[in-house]
């Protein structure tokens, strides 16, 4: 209905203004009408409603090229994807046994480049692995494509300065570290399935002699007073 009274609208306006612009019988001569559009367009046009000062000035687009340059104190590169494979152990030269971990470094690849400009922050999205696209969103896989990248497993964000930022593409592998250098290792621990109290919680279970039967691992009385008059769920037996 509103799309019926706003054409009837704009029709009267032309019937009027071609009235306005037509030729009157006692002038001799009389200039061509306008086209309609023309004498419309700063009517119905945003155009007439912004002036110089409103209209945003594009920033230039930030060229990031993987060119060598010193790292300072304050800089923070970013960091890299791992599986783990085990652990074994190594000795010093006094004999002393190390507990070490072995990680797996697959194909790490920078996949996004996050700026102050565009995004806020300087960060870098890492991605390793292989994925096939049947297992994948399709907003994902319209990601890797966009980005000429093949698809990926796991993806994950690292907040860099700016003086670390790699481009699209760069392929990052066990040279980013070097011998000795400490590093913060993070990850998911493997799942136990359905666990007791001692375990999940830490409790300290019933004596292990002295008449208990049957129930040596059992978190025994975790009664409250009036109130709250419950237990907490998560002291119970779970996953």
Known sequence: ???????????????????????????????????????????????????????????????????????????????????????????????????????????????????????????????????????LSKPEVGHFRAQGLPLMRKLKEFPVTEDALLPVGTSIGVRHFVPGQYVDVTGISRGKGFQGGMKRWGFKGMPASHGTSLAHRSIGSTGQRDAPGKVPRRCLASN
């Not at 054409?7 to 306006?13: A, V």
């Not at 037509?22 to 309609?36: E, G």
């Not at 912004?50 to 300072?72: N, V």
């Open 1 to 135: 209905m509103s799309a019926l009274s706003s054409r009837r609208l704009i029709s009267r306006l032309h019937q009027h203004l071609l009235s306005l612009l037509s030729p009157s019988s006692s002038s001799a001569a009389a200039p061509a009408p306008f086209p309609f559009p023309l004498l419309t367009r700063r009517f119905f046009s945003s155009d007439a409603l912004l002036d110089g000062s409103q209209i945003l000035q594009q920033q230039p687009t930030r060229i990031i090229q993987a060119t060598p340059s010193i790292m300072t104190p304050n800089s923070k590169r970013t960091g890299l994807i791992a599986v783990k494979c085990g652990m074994t152990a190594l000795w010093d030269k006094w004999g002393a046994r190390l507990p070490i971990t072995i990680l797996w470094v697959d194909d790490n690849i920078v996949s996004q480049v996050k700026t102050v400009e565009k995004e806020g922050i300087f960060s870098l999205q890492i991605g390793c692995g292989n994925k096939k696209a049947k297992h």
